[in-house]
C-alpha cells in the first residue's frame, strides 16, 4: 500500500508501476481512475472522517454521512474500505466503535479502516487490547517509522521489533490481519534510507506473520488533506516533491516484485511464532525446542515459523545485519529432514543448497519436509 492522498492519474500511474496495488486516501471521484490501474482504494472523505485528525472523532457524524458516501462509491470495484481516522487516542474507541459497526453493517465485506499509534509499554498493549474488544475490528494496522534515525546514531532500533512482537501476539490471538507501516520517505528527524533499511523494514514485517505492508510516503511531501502538519524536509521518497522518481522508486518496485512472487503462499501462512538467532530484543526470545530453526551460524536473524492450512510447515529467515551478506545455513529441528528455498525471483520452489546468502535485511521462505 502507499500510504499517501492520490489525486489524479500520474501519480496512481507510478503507484501501479512500482508494484503499489492499494493505496491509503482516495476521494471518491477518484475511483474509477483507480480501477484502471488495479488499484484497491482505502475511500477518505472529510464528510466521515472531518477535517482535522487532531480533532476528537465524532461517530454520530460519521454513520449519518455514511450512507451518502456509499450512493456514490459502493459499486466501484476499487473500493477496499472506508477512512475512519488515523492514529486515535483510546479516549476515542466508543465513538469509533460506532463506524466500525455502521460499516459492517452498510458496506459488508469492506474494511473499516482505522490505524493505530505505536507503542511499546504495557499501557500500550491495553491500548491495543482494549481497541479490539470496543471496536470489534475487521483488521490491525499500526505504523512505525523509526527504524533507524531517532538517535541519529544509525543503529536498528530495537523497539521495531518489540513493536511487531505486540502486533503478532495480538494478531494470532484474536484471528486478525496484521498490517504494518514503515518509512519510505524520510523526514523530520530521520536519516535518509538506504535498499538494505527498505529491505528490512518489508522482510521484517513479514517475518512476524504481517499481511500488508504500507510505505510512508510516495511522494517526498507533507498529505495535504485531515489539516496534516508539515513535519519538515521530506525526501527521497519513490516520487520526490516533482513526481520525479528517485532510487527509492526502483527499490520499491524489485521488492514488490519479489513479495508478488511468493504472495499466494503468504497469505495462506498462519504464523506460529517469530523468533531472534542471536541478541533477542525487549519482548522477543530466541528459539525453543517447539522452533523450526534450532540456530543459523555466522550473524544475527530473525525467524518466524508458519503453517498452511493443510498443514504444510514454513519458515521465514531474515538477515538482520545491515552492512554484510551472510550464508544461509540453519540447523532445524530434528524432524525437519529437507528445506526448500520458494524463491521470490521465480517462485519457483528448489532445494536450499549451501551457496545461498542472504543480503543486508533481506529474507527468504523456506517449505520444510
Known amino acids: ?80 474500505g472506508y477512512h475512519i481516522k488515523d492514529e486515535p487516542n483510546a479516549t476515542e474507541f466508543p465513538e469509533l466503535a460506532k463506524a466500525v459497526a455502521a460499516v459492517k453493517k452498510m458496506a459488508s465485506g469492506k474494511w473499516p479502516y482505522i490505524n493505530l499509534l505505536p507503542g511499546t509499554s504495557k499501557e500500550h498493549d491495553k491500548y491495543v487490547s482494549d481497541f479490539i474488544s470496543v471496536c470489534s475490528p475487521t483488521a490491525l494496522s499500526y505504523d512505525r517509522y523509526s527504524i533507524i534515525g531517532d538517535t541519529g546514531s544509525g543503529d536498528l532500533d530495537p523497539d521495531f521489533w518489540t513493536n511487531l512482537e505486540q502486533f503478532r501476539e495480538q494478531a494470532v490471538k484474536n484471528h486478525l490481519p496484521m498490517w504494518n507501516i514503515v518509512l519510505s520517505s524520510p523526514h523530520w528527524r530521520y536519516r535518509e534510507l538506504t535498499e538494505d533499511d527498505l529491505r528490512l523494514e518489508l522482510w521484517g514485517s513479514l517475518v512476524y506473520g504481517a499481511k500488508g505492508i504500507a510505505f510512508y510516503k510516495f511522494i517526498s511531501r507533507e498529505l495535504p488533506i485531515l489539516h496534516a502538519p508539515d513535519l519538515g524536509n521530506f525526501r527521497d521518497g519513490p516520487l520526490d516533491q516533482f513526481y520525479e522518481r528517485t532510487p527509492t522508486w526502483y527499490w520499491l518496485r524489485n521488492m514488490a516484485h519479489q513479495v508478488q512472487n511468493i504472495g499466494s ?16 530484543p525487549r519482548g522477543n526470545h530466541g528459539p525453543t525446542e517447539q522452533s523450526l530453526v534450532q540456530d543459523v551460524p555466522g550473524g544475527e536473524f530473525v525467524t518466524g515459523d508458519f503453517t498452511d492450512d493443510n498443514g504444510q510447515r514454513y519458515t521465514i529467515i531474515v538477515n538482520k545485519n545491515l552492512k554484510r551478506s ?44
Open 326 to 369: 551472510v550464508p544461509l545455513r540453519p540447523t532445524f529441528r530434528p524432524d525437519i529432514k529437507a528445506a526448500n528455498v520458494v524463491s521470490s525471483i521465480t517462485g519457483e520452489i528448489r532445494p536450499l543448497t549451501q551457496y545461498f546468502w542472504l543480503a543486508p535485511g533481506q529474507g527468504v521462505l523456506l517449505q520444510l519436509k
Open 1 to 80: 500500500m502507499a500510504w499517501d492522498f492520490a489525486d489524479n492519474p500520474k501519480l496512481l500511474q507510478s503507484m501501479h508501476d512500482a508494484g503499489i496495488n492499494s493505496v491509503a486516501f482516495v476521494r471518491p471521484d477518484m475511483l474509477d481512475a483507480c480501477q484502471n490501474f488495479d488499484l484497491k482504494c482505502i475511500v477518505f472523505d472529510e464528510r466521515l472522517a472531518g477535517h482535522d485528525w487532531s480533532k476528537p472523532f465524532n461517530g454520530d457524524q460519521f454513520v449519518r454521512n455514511l450512507p451518502a458516501v456509499l450512493s456514490e462509491t459502493k459499486d466501484k470495484p476499487a473500493v477496499y
Open 265 to 280: 503462499i503468504l497469505l495462506k501462512l498462519q504464523n506460529d511464532g517469530t523468533y531472534h538467532i542471536g541478541d533477542a
